[in-house]
């Protein structure tokens, strides 16, 4: 999770081509589903509309290969500020340690 937030902070993807495969899933409200390591990282290099971001993790649940975080999000937002708090849920493959589904339940208006 934290190498996750971390490339998002730092706005540099590369490290998805360890995070993600071509089966892993991200899934945001009302939004398309992303597919697979390049529409991921696609969609981050191209479309993601927030920038300057920094998450803050609260707290982290472990239920089997499944993962719940809440975390503190703040950023800019079409040159406006802005933070709240979201949860966020990460589905694992222990075969190849990657993550097989990111699922982010917004608490914030966006």
Known sequence: MGRYFDAIDSES?????????????HIRPGQDVLRGLDEIRSFFEHERR?????????????IGNESYCKV?????LTGAEYEGEVICEFGFDTRSETISKYKVYRGYDR
């Open 50 to 62: 927030s920038s300057n971001t920094t998450h803050q993790t609260e707290w982290v649940r472990h």
């Open 72 to 76: 503190v999000v703040s950023g800019e």
């Open 13 to 25: 993807y590369h490290p998805f081509t360890e995070l993600f495969t071509a089966d892993s899933r």
